[in-house]
C-alpha cells in the first residue's frame, strides 16, 4: 500500500481527537506522522511508535537549534526528507496550513503530491506563523500545494476568497464516532434541574462569555439551570472574574479540561448544549464549525448556536439546534428560556441532530471519502 506522511504541530492533541480517528482508521494506505514537537496523549491515542517521527523538537534545545540552523542554511528539512525516503512516502498529507507551508521544501525536494486540510484558525487573515509574513506563506502554498480540503462550504469560500484556485479546493466532513457517542432521548429530570453544557477552549471564539451572560439572564428569570463548563485556556481569569462578580458559583461548575471518555460522560449528562461562537478580535474562527456541536447532535443533545461559519451546514436550523446572531447574548438567553420552557422539543431535536450526523458525519464514511482523494492524487 503506498504510505502518507502527516504532519501537524504536534500529534495528539486532546482537543483534536478527529485527526487521530481519521488517520487511525485508514486502511487503504499506510501512514506514519511527522510531529514538530514531542507526542503526546499516546496513553489515550495509541499509534505504532515505529510510525511516530518528532522532526523538529522542543524550542531552544541543542537538536532544535541544529535543525534551525541546517534548514536556513539549506532551505531544506534533511531529517524529514531522509525519513520520508527511507519510508518510501508517496504523499504528504499536512495538517493545518502553517504546517503546509513548512511541507513544501519536502514537496519540491522529493516531489510528492501535498495535500493540506485547513482547520479554522489558519484562515485568519491575520495570523502570523513561524515569524514570516503568514499572507505571502499562504499564497506561496496556494500556488504550489495540489490539493486542499476545508470542513465545510463556507470554509471553502473563505479560502477561495483568500486566493487559493477553486479547483483545487474539496470538502472533507469532520468525521464523528458513533460507538462512542451513543444516542440518549432527553427528557425533564424528576428534580427539574436542565444541565446546560459548554465544552472548548477558553478563546475569544468560542464566545463563552456571551453564554455565561445568557446563563445569567436565564437564572435571573428564575430558571432551575446548572451550566456546566468543560474546558480551560487564557480567558480563564476573565471568565472567573465574571462568575464571581454575578455570584454565580452554585449555579456554574467549571470542571476543566478532561480527557475524551470523561469529557463524553459529562456531555451525556447534559441536556441542552450551548456553543455561542463569534469571530474573534483578530479574525480567529472556528473556520468548520465546532466538532462539540456534532457530538452533542450525536448524543442526542438539542444545540444553542450562533450564525458562524459552518455551524449552519452542520446541523438542521430550527430541527436540531437554534441559531442566533453572534455575540448576542439576549438572544441566547432567549432560546435558552424557550427550550426550557418547552422540555417536550428536546428529544424530537435530539432525534433529528442524531440522524443527521448519521447521515453526514460518520468518521468510517469520511475515512473512505479521505482515501479516495488520495488515491485520486497518487493517479
Known amino acids: 500500500m503506498p504510505v502518507v506522511a502527516h504532519i501537524s504541530g504536534q ?7 478527529w485527526l487521530y480517528w481519521y488517520i487511525s482508521r485508514l486502511r487503504r494506505v499506510d501512514s506514519i506522522c511527522l510531529s514538530l514537537r514531542p507526542f503526546v496523549n499516546t496513553d489515550l491515542f495509541p499509534f505504532p511508535l515505529s510510525n511516530c517521527y518528532v522532526v523538529s523538537g522542543r524550542p531552544c534545545t541543542l537538536p532544535w537549534l541544529c ?17 520520508l525516503r527511507r519510508r518510501n512516502v508517496r504523499l504528504i498529507h ?33 495570523l502570523k506563523v ?36 477553486a479547483k483545487k479546493v474539496q470538502l472533507l466532513r469532520i468525521g464523528i464516532d458513533l460507538r462512542q457517542t451513543p444516542f440518549r432521548p432527553r427528557r425533564p429530570r424528576r428534580d427539574s434541574k436542565i ?21 445569567k439572564g436565564a437564572l435571573d428569570r428564575g430558571m432551575n439551570i446548572e451550566f456546566r463548563i468543560i474546558g480551560d485556556g487564557p480567558l480563564a481569569g476573565k471568565l472567573c472574574e465574571f462568575i464571581r462578580k454575578n455570584k454565580l458559583e452554585k449555579q456554574v461548575r467549571l470542571l476543566g479540561f478532561l480527557d475524551y471518555e470523561a469529557y463524553l460522560s459529562e456531555m451525556n ?25 456534532l457530538e452533542a447532535q450525536a448524543l442526542g443533545m438539542p444545540v444553542i448556536s450562533t450564525y458562524h461559519a459552518d455551524t449552519p451546514n452542520v446541523v438542521l436550523p430550527g430541527e436540531s439546534a437554534l441559531l442566533v446572531p453572534e455575540r448576542d447574548s439576549q438572544a441566547l438567553a432567549a432560546a435558552l428560556a424557550y427550550l426550557v420552557d418547552h422540555p417536550g422539543t428536546w428529544e424530537e431535536m435530539g432525534r433529528s441532530g442524531r440522524g443527521f450526523v448519521e447521515k453526514f458525519h460518520k468518521i468510517d464514511n469520511e475515512v473512505l471519502a479521505l482515501e479516495d482523494k488520495y488515491l485520486s492524487l497518487l493517479g
Request: aromatic share 12%.
Open 11 to 17: 500529534f495528539f492533541v486532546r482537543s483534536e481527537p
Open 94 to 126: 499536512a495538517h493545518f496550513g502553517p504546517n503546509g507551508w513548512w511541507a513544501l521544501p519536502l514537496k519540491r525536494a522529493l516531489g510528492l503530491p501535498l495535500l493540506t486540510t485547513f482547520y479554522g484558525y489558519d484562515v485568519a487573515p491575520s
Open 67 to 83: 535543525r534551525r540552523a541546517l534548514r536556513r542554511t539549506t532551505g531544506r528539512h534533511i531529517l524529514a526528507e531522509n525519513i
Open 269 to 293: 449528562k447534559g441536556d441542552i448544549f450551548l456553543a455561542p461562537s463569534v469571530t474573534a478580535a483578530n479574525g480567529d474562527t472556528e473556520g468548520g464549525a465546532p466538532t462539540t456541536v
Open 130 to 165: 513561524l515569524c514570516r509574513n503568514w499572507s505571502r506563506d499562504r499564497q506561496e502554498l496556494f500556488d504550489e500545494g495540489d490539493l486542499f480540503l476545508v470542513l465545510g462550504p463556507y470554509m471553502r469560500q473563505q479560502l477561495v476568497r483568500l486566493g487559493c484556485p
Open 195 to 215: 444541565v446546560v453544557i459548554f465544552a472548548g477552549r477558553f478563546v475569544e471564539k468560542k464566545g463563552l462569555i456571551y453564554a455565561l451572560q445568557a446563563v
